[in-house]
């Protein structure tokens, strides 16, 4: 792994976060998501940007809650990959940072972003 490498594609890493994730008793299914989706305001009709989207979860979910549109972006090609697994019409993927998403004006309603900043050096703390 090079410092460029995004830390969610070292192959180690990216293997200890999905198994905790896949054993699904983790803070992100129990606290995360439904806090995050009860802050949401009603996304219906609305083109939405999820910011490091990992594996599209809450990307395919705005796209069930009725979002025109959803633009999922992450900078590891792993979580990538395993998002565009799962097929949605409304759910394009980019692979970025943050930092380097380059967007035109007024071309999102809502932004949706959790946690990010967990490893981005270069984000501030929250
Ligand atoms: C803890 S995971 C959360 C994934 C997803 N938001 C969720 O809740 O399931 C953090 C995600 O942020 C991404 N990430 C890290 N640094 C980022 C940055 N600078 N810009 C955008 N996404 C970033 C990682 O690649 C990773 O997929």
Redesign the pocket.
């Known amino acids: 792994m090079t410092a460029d490498t995004?830390?969610?594609d070292d192959p180690a890493f990216f293997t200890a976060y999905q198994r905790m994730r896949a054993a699904g008793s983790g803070l992100?299914e129990e606290l995360?998501?439904p806090a995050l989706r009860r802050l949401l305001p009603a996304v219906a009709d609305l083109d939405v940007l999820?910011?490091?989207?990992?594996?599209g979860?809450?990307a395919r979910w705005l796209a069930t809650a009725a979002a025109r549109s959803v633009l999922g972006?992450?900078?590891?090609a792993r979580?990538l990959e395993l998002a565009r697994r799962h097929k949605n019409p409304l759910v394009r993927y980019v692979c970025?940072?943050?930092?380097e998403l380059s967007l035109p004006d007024a071309s999102l309603d809502l932004a949706s972003v959790?946690?990010?900043?967990?490893?981005?050096p270069?984000?501030p703390p929250s």
Request: negative net charge; contains cysteine.
């Open positions: 995004p830390l969610y992100n995360e998501q999820d910011l490091g989207c990992g594996d979860t809450q972006v992450d900078p590891s979580m970025a940072t943050a930092e959790a946690w990010p900043c967990t490893t981005s270069t984000c």
